[in-house]
């Protein structure tokens, strides 16, 4: 076994602290990741913190992970020793179900392995994720991080980028389309710096004025304060998709109505009450409100070269280990520029 | 001007009662249609009502109508004296707009001339329904009854059939698909019945076990009672396509559930309150909540000579008019199999 150093949640009241546990050797598919950055989700702090009723502890969280891989498994084809290599929201799926079959294993109809605060496919063995120093995964769930990516950008990738490149993938955005943007966050970053790059016409809602430099700095092309809801008259029945990334409380009806005919509203932030939808909200203009969920394997490797080929990372602020309680105060508090990369090299020497 | 007689709504709080009025004279692109049967939706009955806080009074409902061509304007191509012709719910659209172009005039961004409770298209005259015993429609906005279709029974084909059959196309209904149905009034049977003629396996769900075999003699091959949640259970991710005809308040989450990936829960019941939607429910399998409303002019001809190919109406209880205040009781407490029809016969007759 692979003695291993960690930041762990001991409880769901208490911050993470340091940890010590073991990873298993790399089997014959196995790659041995040496992580050199790990961003932090939101849905860390939710699990972490208990919120989402699902911990288990102590939970190592973080899956947004990058690293240099240090050792494979003898039957591993994919990576050889010193690539780059990520690791996404999943570490195992049941590989036997349409869903996995179609390469779409976050839909996995049978066990799914997370990364963390979750089980090896034995449905046993605790998962630890990549607040820590190394991790081992099987290759076919491991992501090849194209040169030229900043690794540190390039983490949150792994779970931001692909929660919105994937809806933007499927439901075609192209070309001249208007694409609106809710909530200008982790997430919501992402979706203006991907949209704007599939030649949308991005329009961010925001509840904070103070973003609209930002948010036009990252691509987008209007900006409307959703404070004032006056400004969102003109804009009805006027966009394609519309990105919904906020997890607080808010009107959807507000979006919907602005969609086109045929339109669709895509969910990605998740909040913690239902949402509520006016029967003539989708009726009208035969409009949908959808969810999506982060990627499958193939999906993120494409959306990883796809960044790549046109230097597209996230805007990260690199903090060490030591620092993410405050940065979890900082994210709840939605006071990031726009996603905290825990940089691991400050694990192995706080050791 | 013709003087034509019918039943209107005086006022929110009093019944139906006869109403004598004008249509304009037949222009050049007009039939004029005696009317034989015409349908009471639901919708009547909330509009004559006030409920949906859109009324005009005196208020003629009605827009299932059936009748026989009586005279044809001088441009008229499309009908002839004699003819069998349809009005389903509006009488003309803006015909400019790209959804008007495209065929698709219920979703039209201009002004729509609704068939009651609306105005023409100079926005002022009202607009009168179908409990009348005659009506005057431009011909592009006239449907050919096809021979073979029962009258009554083609008469709800204008409102409840295109409302089903709309969706189920839209969202390609096809052989050995599962499609659910929840509800079973005077949208969920005709529902059940394109469904079952596209070829899908049907599911009924609903409240009252007493409508099992009503349900299976309409075609469905599933019938879950939906006060037993646990029966549900077994349903998760099955379905390709639900359709939602029930206006009542009711957890959708219940069968959003049921979709499996990329499937769509289509809402065509008008719920007065918002319908609550858990994130989960769409974001597991990427699912989809829709909305659809009636059909334009092209679909709704196409249903038509879809359901006198199939010998398909819908089953109706033919009535006086002289009983309209009693069927709009029997209709609100679901206690009708599965649609009134007005014999307008009966209006003739009683003056």
Not at 108 to 116: D, F, L, N, S, V
Not at 192 to 197: D, E, F, G, N, Q
Not at 280 to 304: C, D, K, P, Y
Not at 305 to 320: K, L, M, Q
């Amino acid at each position: 076994m692979l003695k291993t150093n960690g930041y762990a949640a001991m409880s769901a009241t208490t911050p993470p602290e340091p940890f010590a546990f073991e990873r298993r050797e790399p089997g014959e598919h196995d790659v041995l990741i040496e992580i050199l950055f790990c961003g932090v989700c939101h849905s860390d702090i939710h699990q972490a913190r208990g919120e989402w009723n699902n911990s288990t502890f102590p939970m190592v969280p973080g899956h947004e992970i990058v690293g240099r891989v240090a050792r494979v498994g003898a039957a591993v084809t994919k990576f050889r020793e010193g690539d780059m290599a990520g690791v996404g929201c999943f570490v195992d799926s049941c590989r036997v179900c349409d869903n996995c079959r179609e390469g779409l294993e976050q839909y996995c109809e049978g066990h799914t392995a997370a990364t963390y605060n979750g089980t090896e496919m034995d449905e046993k063995t605790p998962t630890y994720g990549g607040y820590s120093t190394q991790i081992v995964v099987d290759e076919n769930y491991t992501l090849r991080i194209p040169a030229g990516l900043d690794p540190a950008g390039a983490a949150p990738l792994l779970c931001a980028g692909i929660t919105t490149y994937s809806p933007l993938r499927h439901f075609n955005v192209r070309e001249g389309q208007r694409v609106g943007v809710v909530g200008l966050g982790g997430l919501g970053h992402m979706g203006v710096k991907l949209a704007a790059s599939m030649g949308a016409d991005v329009t961010v809602f925001s509840t904070s004025p103070s973003k609209e430099g930002d948010a036009r700095q990252l691509g987008a092309h209007h900006f409307v304060v959703t404070r004032e809801p006056e400004s969102l008259a003109p804009l009805a029945n006027k966009f394609d998709l519309i990105l919904d990334t906020v997890s607080a409380p808010h009107d959807v009806n507000l979006y919907l109505n602005l969609l086109r005919r045929d339109g669709v509203m895509v969910l990605v932030g998740v909040p913690e009450k239902p949402v509520e939808v006016q029967a003539f909200s989708v009726i009208s203009n035969r409009r949908r409100f959808a969810g999506s969920s982060i990627g499958g394997i193939r999906e993120t490797q494409e959306m990883l070269d796809y960044c790549a080929e046109r230097r597209i990372t996230s805007d990260v602020e690199v903090i060490p280990i030591q620092r993410i309680e405050e940065a979890y105060e900082r994210t709840v508090k939605a006071d990031v520029r726009y996603r905290f990369v825990i940089d691991i090299d400050s694990l192995r020497r706080g050791q």
